[in-house]
Antibody
Framework: QVQLQESGPGLVKPSQTLSLTCTVSGGSITNNNYFWSWIRQHPGKGLEWIGYIYYTGAAYYNPSLESRGSISVDTSKNQFSLKLWSVTAADTALYYC???????????????WGQGTMVTVSP | EIVMTQSPATLSVSPGERATLSCRASQSVSNDLAWYQQTPGQAPRLLIYGASTRAAGIPVRFSGSGSGTEFTLTISSLQSEDSAIYFCQHYNNQPLIFGGGTTVEIK
């Protein structure tokens, strides 16, 4: 059974870089049926899709990040990572990694999620 | 960017009764819509994809309908464990957008 696990610092200072890693276990990140996404949830709020990456390294980002984000993949470690630069208090959120089904094309949706990791931006 | 609007914000339903949740897209998303359930302290769980197909292991009391811009999630006979926040999400194009959520409370 595929599982996702986020890891990274829980506290980041304003203007610095937020770095998180998602480790995929129980399956290969190179499976061509999936995209691998980062999603965040501000405290008490809804869900915001940050972006996704394919195992080839092709990535797409939510324009709301204003080009502050980057997602990378390390197939040798079965991991994908998020970097968010120049963070502010508005980036304080619960960050999830999730798997999106892309094949079959009519079975889309985020079917597997990590447990989430809280990141607080504070001096 | 497509805007997803959910209503009502909160729904209070008695056990065994039907709960009907709505999701509206600002433009057509065809049937590229998913529903998720989030209970306190947990990650969201995929309930429905393709607007009406239940994900694996989801009880039959959950059903989805609609296409284009208007979608509905129905819980036919509410159970206590269904108390949660429910989100819709389109995947018709990028960026992928979630609705603001509907909180279902047990009356």
């Amino acid at each position: 059974q595929v599982q996702l696990q986020e890891s990274g610092p829980g506290l980041v200072k304003p203007s610095q870089t937020l770095s998180l890693t998602c480790t995929v276990s129980g399956g290969s990140i190179t499976n061509n049926n999936y995209f691998w996404s980062w999603i965040r949830q501000h405290p008490g709020k809804g869900l915001e899709w940050i972006g996704y990456i394919y195992y080839t390294g092709a990535a797409y980002y939510n324009p709301s990040l204003e080009s502050r984000g980057s997602i990378s993949v390390d197939t040798s470690k079965n991991q994908f990572s998020l970097k968010l630069w120049s963070v502010t208090a508005a980036d304080t959120a619960l960050y999830y990694c999730a798997r999106e089904v892309i094949v079959p094309v009519d079975a889309d949706g985020f079917d597997i999620w990590g447990q989430g990791t809280m990141v607080t931006v504070s001096p | 960017e497509i805007v997803m609007t959910q209503s009502p914000a909160t729904l209070s339903v008695s056990p065994g009764e039907r709960a009907t949740l709505s999701c509206r897209a600002s433009q057509s998303v065809s049937n590229d819509l998913a529903w998720y359930q989030q209970t306190p302290g947990q990650a969201p769980r995929l309930l429905i994809y393709g607007a009406s197909t239940r994900a694996a292991g989801i009880p039959v009391r959950f059903s989805g309908s609609g296409s284009g811009t208007e979608f509905t999630l129905t819980i036919s006979s509410l159970q206590s464990e269904d108390s949660a926040i429910y989100f819709c999400q389109h995947y018709n194009n990028q960026p992928l957008i979630f609705g603001g959520g509907t909180t279902v409370e047990i009356k």
